[in-house]
């Protein structure tokens, strides 16, 4: 059987042109072969990837490239968003197919969106067809109506917020910003939520510290994180923002639910929830935004969670 290389060398008047990225690597991450798309689509030059780089989504290819666990990954910092697919060949080598993010995202999107509507809609037609007339169930379908119409409402806000962030990334306006007043505001906007809940958020971030980012998303880093750690603790929870391990990080802690180790890869994901049944009003869509925003600063995020302990999100960003 011939190798995956000859192969492809073989196909390469076919793949030439083909509307996807295909990119051939050893087993150790050196590059192989390639079409012209993968290097236009990665906004590189033929040049740059005989070099094994690959432009400003080096790193995200070689992370993808040497992970046991990740078999794909969308690449970001780029003019379009774009997924790459990690195939392991017979002959160990490996295969990236990048495709435009976007193209994917439609169609998890719409999925997601169809689900509470097609239940509006069946509660609604069994209410017409007579549940109305029982007032413990119509009221128990009213109730499931207005809970699908929350989520709608959310996902549709999420699914903004996420084009506005993608799009952004030209329009980053990265400057030094005091933590402690920025997390003081936040807590401002989400505190009804929290007297709801009856958690106390407690802000202990150091008077002069300093985190080098875009205002208004870290305020969205900031606002989400503190959002999930009130909807996933019990009543009476506490939760604490304070700076991280370094320079320009910063934690929140909770004392809620936790999450399972074999779910924290995966919370990152878009529509991801550990327990849908259970999140009510929520999308799955908050953590990748907020992963997304990170990763255009050129961060990372670390979770430490423990079920039934609590959770804490760090995030590490740059210092400028
Ligand atoms: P959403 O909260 O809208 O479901 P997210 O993307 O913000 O979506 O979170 C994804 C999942 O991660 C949640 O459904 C929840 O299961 C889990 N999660 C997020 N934050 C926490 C937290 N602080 N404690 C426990 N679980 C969490």
């Not at 490996?94 to 097609?118: D, K, N, W």
């Not at 609604?124 to 119509?138: C, F, H, Q, R, V």
Request: hydrophobic fraction near 35%; charge should be neutral.
């Amino acid at each position: 059987m011939p190798e995956t290389k000859e192969t492809f060398e073989l196909l390469k008047n076919y793949i030439e042109d083909l509307p996807i990225g295909l990119m051939l690597f050893s087993k150790d991450g050196v590059i192989l072969s390639w079409n012209k798309y993968a290097v236009s689509v990665l906004e590189c030059t033929q040049d740059d990837f005989k070099k094994d780089y690959y432009c400003h989504v080096t790193n995200q290819v070689n992370e993808l490239l040497h992970s046991e666990i990740v078999k794909e990954k969308e690449l970001i910092g780029l003019s379009k968003p774009l997924k790459a697919k990690k195939i392991i060949t017979d002959d160990k080598n490996i295969i990236l197919v990048i495709t435009e993010a976007h193209q994917e995202a439609l169609g998890e999107m719409s999925h997601e969106l169809r689900r509470p509507i097609t239940n509006i809609k069946t509660l609604t037609e069994s209410l017409l067809l007579g549940a109305k007339d029982d007032p413990e169930i119509a009221n128990k379908f009213l109730q499931q109506i207005n809970g699908e119409i929350d989520r709608l409402t959310k996902l549709v806000g999420e699914l903004i917020n996420l084009s506005k962030i993608r799009s952004g990334k030209s329009s980053q306006a990265k400057k030094k910003l005091n933590l402690k007043s920025k997390v003081d505001e936040s807590i401002k906007l989400i505190q009804a939520i929290a007297d709801k809940h009856k958690t106390k958020i407690t802000n202990e971030v150091p008077n002069e510290y300093e985190v080098y980012a875009d205002s208004e998303q870290l305020d969205h880093v900031i606002q989400n994180l503190l959002e999930n750690s009130i909807k996933y603790s019990p009543e009476g929870a506490n939760i604490t923002i304070k700076s991280g391990p370094v320079t320009g990080s910063f934690q929140v802690d909770d004392t809620g639910i936790g999450i399972a180790e074999s779910e924290i890869s995966k919370i990152f994901d878009r529509f991801y929830r550990v327990d849908r049944t259970r999140a009510k009003g929520s999308s799955g869509l908050g953590l990748s935004i907020v992963k997304n925003v990170v990763d255009l600063h050129g961060g990372k995020i670390e979770v430490k969670s423990k079920l039934g302990s609590g959770s804490s999100f760090i995030i590490y960003m740059p210092i400028g």
